[in-house]
T-cell receptor, first 113, second 114 residues
Framework: AQSVTQPDARVTVSEGASLQLRCKYS??????LFWYVQYPRQGLQLLLK??????VVQGVNSFEAEFSKSNSSFHLQKASVHWSDSAVYFC???????????FGKGTHLHVLP | DPKIIQKPKYLVAVTGSEKILICEQY?????MYWYRQSAKKPLEFMFS???????DNQTASSRFQPQSSKKNHLDLQITALKPDDSATYFC?????????????FGEGSRLIVV
């Protein structure tokens, strides 16, 4: 069965600090992998996605993620966070030829000004 | 302007009643979805449709019935409402239904069942 695990329910960092949000997936092959962000009272928006090629993928707003097949991970990173990055971040996967996207439980990011 | 319109944004329903959540997308997409988000089960996939045909259904209960009158419409009818149905229901769309397509979400319909 496919699944996504985000081990940290909540992360708090200071503005200007670096950030890593962790994501591990379970799937027999390489799925499509995504990071989405949800701001308060809004729907989710795509930050970035990966399927093949360079394991480091760039996204919007200076976010990037690194895929590791050996670790079944797809961690999200940002060099310097801003208070406006406070939101809920969801890691997600979609197996090839599937008709759905499976989301993790999300990580609440709180950036201290 | 929002490209995916969900109505209503908020609603309170009585246990046992029936409600319809409306979703229209103006992105020209061919696939539409419903997801549910609650405190107990964050962002749970419910249905996916492509060209108005059901592609996947992960909802065990027949009380949840999607209805697609047009390609850019996917409403969700919920019958015999229960307090456990309280959640925010998100409609989403993508260019096509197959893997790798980016999902675009509406702002959600928040349902409270009392």
């Amino acid at each position: 069965a496919q699944s996504v695990t985000q081990p940290d329910a909540r992360v708090t960092v200071s503005e200007g600090a670096s950030l890593q949000l962790r994501c591990k997936y379970s799937y027999s092959a390489t799925p499509y992998l995504f990071w989405y962000v949800q701001y308060p009272r809004q729907g989710l928006q795509l930050l970035l996605k990966y399927y093949s090629g360079d394991p480091v993928v760039q996204g919007v707003n200076s976010f990037e993620a690194e895929f590791s097949k050996s670790n079944s991970s797809f961690h999200l990173q940002k060099a310097s966070v801003h208070w406006s990055d406070s939101a809920v971040y969801f890691c997600a996967l979609s197996p090839p030829n599937a008709y759905k996207v499976i989301f993790g439980k999300g990580t609440h990011l709180h950036v201290l000004p | 302007d929002p490209k995916i319109i969900q109505k209503p944004k908020y609603l309170v329903a009585v246990t046992g009643s029936e409600k319809i959540l409306i979703c229209e997308q103006y992105l020209g997409h061919n696939a539409m979805y419903w997801y549910r988000q609650s405190a107990k089960k964050p962002l749970e996939f419910m249905f996916s449709y492509s060209y108005q045909k059901l592609m996947d259904n992960q909802t065990a209960s027949s009380r949840f019935q999607p209805q697609s009158s047009k390609k850019n419409h996917l409403d969700l009818q919920i019958t015999a409402l229960k307090p456990d149905d309280s959640a925010t229901y998100f409609c989403a769309s993508s260019q096509e239904v197959n893997s790798g397509n980016t999902l675009y979400f509406g702002e959600g319909s928040r349902l409270i069942v009392v």
